[in-house]
Structures are given as C-alpha cells and as structure tokens.
C-alpha cells in the first residue's frame, strides 16, 4: 500500500508513533472534516439524493475521495486546499501535506441530448469514471412526510438543476457521451421509490437494457427490497450489481431519521439480500450504512457481521449534511470515531473472506465516499 510521506502527521488523529501517516487515515479524516476552499474553487452540487456538497480528489495510489466543501462544518475543518499553476495541495497549520488531483467538470455537461434536455441534468459523473443517475427525482416517502430527513432527493428538482424522470434514450445518448470523453467505466442508475411494489425496478430494468443494448459498461441500481420477481427481472436485463440500502441497523434510529424506509422490515431486508446475492454473486450486492445519525458503534458492527455473513458489502459512510434537509446543521461523525470503527468492519469482512474491491460497478467499486477499501487493504498490510 502507498505511504504518505511524512508531511506534518503530527497534526492527525490516529498517528502510530514511528509510522508515516497512511492513505486510509488522511481519506477517513477527509471525508468526515472537509476542507475550506476558496470562492474561485466550484465546490458541486448542494443537492440530490446521494452525498452532495463535495468535490472528488484523487489522492496517492489513485484513490479518490468526495471531499466536502459546502456544509457548515466545513467551516471548523483546519485542512484548506489550494491550487497553484492548475496543481492542487492539502494544507493543515500552514504546512503542506500533499498534492492532489482535483477532478475537473466533464465536458459533456455542456451538451445537449437530441430531444434538446441539457446532459448535465440527465446524469452526472461521479468520483473519477462511473456515471450516475436518479431516474426518478420523486419519492414516495416525501409525498406522505416520512421522507429520510438527511436526503436531498427533490431538492435538486425545486432548484431546476435535474429534469424529474430520465428517458433511456436520453441516459443512453449522455452514456454515450461520457464513454466517447473517457469518463465513463461504470454506471449506477437509482431511484426515488415509487408507490409501486417493484419498488422502482421497472424503471431501473428497462434503463439498463437499454443502455447495454449500446453499451458494455457494467452497471449498478440501487432499489428498496422488492419483491423477488423484480430481482430477478434486473439481473435478466444485465444489472452486474446491486444496492439494498437500508441505511441504518438501530431500528429505533431508523425509524426517527427514516420514517418511510424503517416501515420495511428487517427480514424483509435480509430475504431482499439472500435472493440478491444468489442472483448476482457475492461483494455484488451492497447496502449503504450511515455513521452518525444516533446509533452506537455495536449495532453497526452486530448489522455488518449479519450482512457480510450473507455475502453483502456493508458501504460504511460517515453522515454528510445536504442544505437545506432537515439535517443540514448537523455534523459528521469524528475521524477518530471513523478509524477504529472502519478498521473493525475491515476484519469483519476479512472474517468472512468479502473483498470489496471485488465489486463490479456503483458505490463499491467508485469507493469516494468511504473509507472501506483503504481499510481493507491497511489491515491485510498491517497482518502480513
């Protein structure tokens, strides 16, 4: 594994005595601090569904990080970045700790699809290479007020800045675009959850057949349980893997922060994952979990080891706040919370014989907005 050189690690949570800082710790301190950057820096989109208000770095060994620059605990972060003559560097205290590359806008965002849609709206690129879209920027659960109070799912459609439903043919012409630029080597396709018990995997279905009818890029949609028969219609039209999220172990939080989402049963979850892993493999199906919205560190390492058991990649994130939710004054949890805890879930998934890098398309494979991979690799290193 890279080592950083030894740039002011005095300064980081986590420092071993007599060892370099490492890649696995700047990236967890990253992704839970920020980094102050100045007006002239775009700092990405504020809203949507996924982790928002960031930049994508791509930090030594070619990992990349989705760095927040928007929320307001950026403002605490004591790490600035700076950009001299096009070249990008971290600094803390004044000291410099690294260079970086800062992921440059794609230039298909300023094309237009034949039907005339704007192509920045139709998808957008996430981290350094997977294109990503909500098919459906409506949900169900924020129509009957259960919404999750952390997601920016309609918000990106009251600021003009996406269109409310996607077109395949229009996916497949800004699919094309982003392959033809070099952008584009996975795709992950989501959805708002409709009111239909497919849970919106007709939608994501007849997406991905048709973007592989042109195109052989593996592809990830993410999807509330649905009932089998829609699995199975997924991995039928080619869907390589898949993303069950169910954001949260501790019930009593979920319910708080995910009223809609928390009414799926817990075994409703587990058949969802045990049929999807017997469709698409094992490390192919995923499920995002949130650190940070109330629940202790047991019930995120008691719901890994279930998950991990069943051949499902637990996607550990720290909480990251979207303006204008319900949750966009709250912080994310610490580093020095996130280091111990990733490095325990590393093991877990170890235990298990779970390789993340494994994973073929999405949230897994991109890895920007978690530190799960680093502290895979960092343990495997550390016991040989």
Not at 159 to 177: C, F, H, Q, W, Y
Not at 221 to 246: F, M, N, R, S, W
Not at 309 to 325: A, K, M, Q, W
Not at 363 to 381: K, P, Q, T, Y
Request: aromatic fraction near 8%; charged fraction near 25%; charge should be neutral.
């Amino acid at each position: 594994m890279f080592i950083l050189p030894y740039f002011a690690a005095e300064n980081f949570v986590n420092k071993r005595p007599g060892k370099p800082l490492n890649l696995f710790n700047l990236k967890t301190e990253l992704l839970c601090k920020g980094v102050k950057a100045g007006n002239s820096i775009e700092k990405g989109r504020k809203d949507g569904a996924g982790p928002a208000g960031g930049r994508y770095l791509v930090l030594p060994n070619n990992s990349v990080v989705n760095v927040p620059l928007w929320p307001p605990f950026v403002n605490r972060s004591d790490i600035v970045l700076r950009g001299f003559d096009s070249r990008w560097s971290l600094f803390k205290n004044g000291d410099k700790i690294i260079d970086v590359e800062l992921i440059t806008t794609p230039k298909f965002y300023t094309r237009k699809t034949p039907s005339g849609q704007s192509m920045y709206k139709i998808a957008l690129l996430h981290g350094k290479d997977c294109l990503a879209t909500t098919l459906l920027q409506r949900c169900v659960h924020w129509s009957n007020g259960n919404g999750c109070k952390f997601c920016g799912i309609e918000l990106s459609l009251r600021n003009d800045s996406t269109i409310l439903r996607k077109t395949p043919r229009d996916l497949v012409e800004v699919a094309g675009a982003a392959v033809e630029e070099g952008v584009c080597r996975h795709i992950t396709l989501t959805t708002g959850t409709p009111s239909t018990l497919d849970r919106g995997a007709k939608l994501l279905a007849k997406a991905t057949k048709e973007i592989k009818n042109h195109y052989e890029v593996p592809i990830h949609v993410q999807l509330e349980p649905p009932e089998e028969k829609y699995l199975e219609l997924l991995a039928d039209v080619g869907v390589d893997t898949v993303g069950i999220h169910i954001e949260n172990f501790d019930r009593i939080v979920l319910k708080q922060v995910c009223p809609g989402k928390a009414k799926v049963s817990f075994e409703e979850y587990l058949n969802s994952w045990r049929e999807a892993v017997e469709l698409f493999g094992e490390a192919q199906v995923s499920t995002y979990i949130i650190a940070g919205l109330g629940e202790k560190d047991e019930s995120i390492l008691k719901g890994v080891e279930t998950v991990a058991r069943l051949g499902v990649i637990p996607f550990l994130v720290p909480f990251r706040p979207i303006i204008g939710t319900e949750f966009e004054n709250r912080s994310p949890p610490s580093a020095s919370r996130m280091i111990p805890l990733y490095e325990k879930v590393a093991g877990i998934l170890r235990d298990y014989n779970l390789d993340p890098s494994k994973n073929l398309a999405g949230c897994v494979h991109c890895g920007a907005c978690s530190s799960i991979l680093e502290a895979f690799v960092c343990r495997d290193e550390d016991e040989s």
